[in-house]
């Protein structure tokens, strides 16, 4: 059986970018020397690629909320369904 993380759902570029930042052992300073980006570049995409991954987890939460209201009878499944392509 298959599981979707919440990180496998980043951009493919956010992915790449923390596998290099993971590999470098979570050194900035290694990162910037081994791609020759600046420290804050490096820090830039760190901060966009963390913020990414907190809206991915912050919607998994809105569309578990959702769920659970459509399981309780609150909504109708069709108001379910709009409110998560909103998200």
């Known amino acids: 059986q298959f599981r979707q993380t919440q990180l496998s759902r980043l951009p493919s570029e956010d992915l790449e970018f923390l596998g290099r930042y993971l590999l470098a052992g979570f050194s900035i300073k290694a990162v910037a020397e081994e791609s020759g980006l600046g ?17 991915l987890c912050s919607n998994e939460e809105v569309k578990r909320a959702i769920l659970e209201r459509l399981e309780k009878g609150e909504i109708s499944p069709r108001d379910a369904a709009e409110a998560i392509e909103r998200i």
């Open 39 to 55: 420290y804050v570049a490096i820090r830039n995409r760190l901060d966009r690629a963390i913020e990414s991954y907190r809206q």
